[in-house]
């Protein structure tokens, strides 16, 4: 069964940073291209970076490029998202799956609120 558990989220004023990890179970990190997305209050889910399965090159959007890293601990099972300089426009529901579609069902997410 596949599991995919968010955390890290939680309450940072304008500038500050979160470290966001998701523990996968149930595949193998490296078949995957892994990715976080994020949904904010009455806005679609947008994915906003990945990480290539055949190379580890990495993506951003350009609303979070030069702020956040991707990065990924295949012995640990967990992708991980370093948010920097964080804005109030990155509040949202946090979430990693496959990318660019999510082939698993999603996990429960994890909150971030920033506060201005």
């Known amino acids: 069964e596949v599991q995919l558990v968010e955390s890290g989220g939680g309450w940072v004023q304008t500038g500050g940073s979160l470290r966001l990890s998701c523990l996968v179970s149930?595949?193998?990190?490296?078949?995957?291209?892994i990715g976080w997305f994020r949904q904010a209050p009455g806005k679609k889910r947008e994915g906003i970076s990945c990480?290539?399965?055949?190379?580890?090159?990495?993506y951003y959007a350009t609303s979070v490029k030069g702020r956040f890293a991707i990065s990924k601990d295949n012995a640990k099972n967990t992708v991980y998202l370093q948010m920097n300089s964080l804005k109030p426009e990155d509040t949202a529901v946090y979430y990693c799956?496959?990318?660019?579609?999510?082939?698993?069902?999603w996990g429960q997410g994890t909150q971030v609120t920033v506060s201005s």
């Open positions: 799956n496959t990318y660019p579609s999510a082939v698993w069902d």
């Open positions: 149930g595949f193998t990190l490296d078949d995957y291209t």
């Open positions: 990480m290539d399965k055949s190379d580890n090159s990495t």
